[in-house]
């Protein structure tokens, strides 16, 4: 492959996703490490993305299109599911918790096999998921308006139910974070998240180093206000505004 086709494929996989691992272009593009390096080098001199550890990013990049459930789901597999085992970690017997929509928040909700909880979400499957490893606990799925992109209801009827919920911890995820801001696609599901994370004891951020430094239309969160974060080694490296004693990483 020359050069020049190889520097479009780099731009076409960041235009997906905002975000390129070296390791991902060493097997797409059938080319070495110190290839993809010199790329990502020669294509941040021309100011089309910055490098960080491990690969690269667009710089200010916003999504032209929601990826859907489907698709989030085959993406960086192996990082969420090291954040959800870190994650399961914080959930104690006899607690309330939320649970937000998300792949990530999926696969922890795979992973609980505590009894003696009780477990309340908006996103239809991670419902189902919960379902499946148990028909012991109490679990609750709040209905309403449904987006198909994401599985998730939001709407009056969700919020109104959430407004009189109390929750130990909340468990979610975001589509970006970008300086303190946590975003993501659409306003009436940022709401939601908002009202739950409001109404929790403790706030954990799960999210993959692909969406550190990445924008979205709707900043529902401020990350000061969040109890930690919890990440992949690569996002601390990349990302200096995540204090240490924020982050519990993978």
Do not use: W
Request: net charge negative.
């Amino acid at each position: 492959m020359l050069k020049d086709e190889r520097h479009k494929a780099i731009m076409d996989l960041l235009q997906i996703s905002g975000t390129v691992k070296v390791s991902d272009l060493i097997k797409q593009l059938n080319i070495s490490d110190m290839t993809a390096r010199r790329d990502l080098g020669e294509l941040e001199g021309q100011g089309l993305l910055e490098r960080v550890h491990g690969g690269a990013r667009l710089k200010d990049f916003i999504r032209s299109h929601e990826l859907s459930h489907r698709e989030k789901q085959i993406m960086n597999i192996q990082e969420k599911q090291a954040i959800a085992r870190q994650a399961v970690q914080l959930i104690q017997d006899n607690e309330t918790i939320f649970l937000g929509p998300g792949t990530t928040i999926e696969l922890l909700a795979e992973l609980i096999t505590r009894q003696s909880i009780r477990i309340v979400t908006n996103c239809l499957p991670i419902f189902q998921k919960i379902k499946q490893t148990s028909e012991q606990r109490k679990v609750y799925l709040l209905g309403g308006e449904m987006r198909d992109t994401t599985q998730a209801f939001f709407g009056e009827l969700t919020n109104k139910n959430l407004m009189d919920m109390h929750f130990h911890k909340a468990f979610f995820s975001c589509n970006a974070l970008n300086e303190q801001d946590i975003m993501t696609s659409t306003f009436e599901e940022g709401q939601t998240q908002t009202i739950a994370l409001d109404n929790s004891v403790e706030k954990y951020l799960l999210l993959d180093s692909t969406k550190v430094g990445q924008k979205d239309f709707y900043s529902y969160y401020h990350l000061k206000d969040v109890t930690a974060v919890i990440t992949n080694q690569d996002a601390n490296e990349s990302y200096t505004r995540i204090e240490k004693d924020e982050v519990i990483l993978a």
